[in-house]
Every structure is written in C-alpha cells, then in structure tokens.
C-alpha cells in the first residue's frame, strides 16, 4: 500500500498552502493556510513592536506571499480565547471553500470519501501509536464521507 506522506507532487493541492483564493467577510486570503492562522485572531495584536486592530492583521495575513511565512506568524501570536472550539470549525470551513470551484467539486463530491479512508488507515498505520489521537479527529471529520454538505 502507498501512503501520502508529503502534500506535493500529485498530492500538492492537499497542502494548505496550496494557491486558491478564499473570501472571507470580504478579505481575499490567497491559501486556506492565510485564512486559517488569520481567524486566530480576534482581539488587537503587537508583533515585532506593531500594533495591528484584529481587522488590521487579518488585512495584513492576507498580503503576505509565503503562507510559511503566515504560519510563522500564527505561531508567535496571542490566539482568540475560544480557539480550541472554533479551530477545527475554521478549518472545516477553509477546506471546503478550496473545493468549491467546478473542478475540485467532481474530486469532493465522488473521490472524497474514498480520499478520506485511504487517509485514515495510513494516518493508523504510520501512527499506531497515537491511534486515539488519530480516531478522534476522524470522528470529528467522518461525516464528510456519507454525506456531500456542498
């Protein structure tokens, strides 16, 4: 059995950093990775000496080039105090906006829940050791397999 253990090549359009323009209460984020690390924030921030207001951060996430260099940032900033509920919901959110364009739809649509089994039994095989950690998170995200939510 073969196992994606990169998001490139074939696999790059997997990757959060991977180019797809995402509108979110009118900011264009140019990757799920720049629309993700930018709902972290939600209170006023100073990074490298700068005060940004939330608005202004999520405007500034948004015109960084690298989305390496947006998760740098998201790892050195004060997060929003409901974070750990909100995040996978923000991620939920981000993925499928990626697959909203009619190419992407067909690959959501039929392959996606093939995709997602095929995930779950090598995230288990490469991870037997944590397989509680890995089963909660396919829970979390398992309904996507029966039904199509688009």
């Not at 750990?84 to 993925?95: A, T």
């Amino acid at each position: 059995m073969s196992y994606i253990n990169r998001f490139d090549g074939r696999w790059n359009f997997l990757s959060n950093f991977y180019p797809v323009e995402i509108e979110y209460q009118g900011i264009k984020y140019p990757s799920v990775e720049h629309y993700y690390v930018a709902q972290k924030c939600k209170n006023d921030q100073m990074i490298d000496g700068v005060y940004y207001t939330s608005a202004d951060f999520k405007e500034m996430i948004s015109k960084i080039h690298s989305p390496g260099h947006v998760k740098k940032l998201g790892q050195k900033m004060k997060v929003r105090s409901d974070w750990s509920e909100k995040k996978l919901e923000f991620m939920n959110w981000g993925v499928r906006e990626k697959f909203k364009n009619e190419k992407n739809k067909i690959f959501f649509s039929f392959l996606l829940p093939f995709f997602f089994s095929f995930c779950f039994f090598t995230i288990y095989e490469q991870n037997s050791d944590n397989f509680r950690w890995t089963w909660n998170i396919w829970k979390k995200f398992s309904f996507l397999c029966t039904v199509n939510f688009l």
